[in-house]
């Protein structure tokens, strides 16, 4: 090959990496004074639905906490599972979101899929899509968390993944999992499906981490 051919070739500009939308870039610049010192290091979601909470955890070297909890702005439906596309149901159970699933053009401002349907939810022939935790006040059968409150999380899950996380678990509980309130409804035609949740709720209770082997539930 002619020395100038090759010359050139060595030369070339090395291929430019994507770059993220405005609206992530301006997201990032928007939440980082209060929480960039927490960029980059694992998180995990936990919902909620009775207290409409949504608390998102990071990981500091092999400890778990909650760095901030959120009011959940709009979520349709009752307690009890997500069955089927158009019940207006917000899911109960174990999810993942994986980067494929962040969208940054939602027309909810930033959103992200939680993983719903999973293999538990397919073996029982439950059906639906597009399940996400996004921006806005309004939603259904998803969890609406604000423009706001989407920007931090929506960022630190974001941050997470960029530094290898490969996906972000989200555990979605009706209620806080204690032996008196599963007493309470002890009659509930959803109390055999929630006692499938219970061992994780009481794992990250006692160990204040994700509960490992459970997201087939």
Known sequence: MPLDIL????????????????????ARKHVAPELGAYFGRPVFIRIIKEDWELELWTRDNEQWSILKTYEIAGMS???????AEG???APEGF???????????SKYHLSFNI???????????????????????????????????IEEIYTMVNEAFKAG?????????PFRMTPERMKKDATSPHYDFWKLLLPGWLHTEQYREPAPG???I
Not at 7 to 26: F, I, S, Y
Not at 119 to 129: I, K, P
Not at 167 to 173: A, D, E, I, L, R
């Open 7 to 26: 010359q050139a070739m060595n030369t070339q500009a090395a291929p430019q990496q994507p770059t993220e939308p405005d609206r992530v870039v301006q």
């Open 95 to 105: 999810y993942e979101a994986t980067p494929r699933g962040l969208n940054p053009r």
């Open 77 to 83: 439906g009752e307690l009890g599972p997500k069955t």
């Open 165 to 173: 996380q490969s996906c972000v678990p989200v555990q979605v509980y």
């Open 115 to 149: 993983g719903y349907p999973n293999a538990f939810d397919v073996s029982l022939g439950r059906t639906g899509s597009y399940i996400m935790i996004h921006g806005s006040d309004v939603s259904i059968g998803c969890f609406a968390m604000t423009d706001a409150g």
């Open 214 to 216: 459970t997201y087939e």
């Open 87 to 89: 019940d207006c149901q």
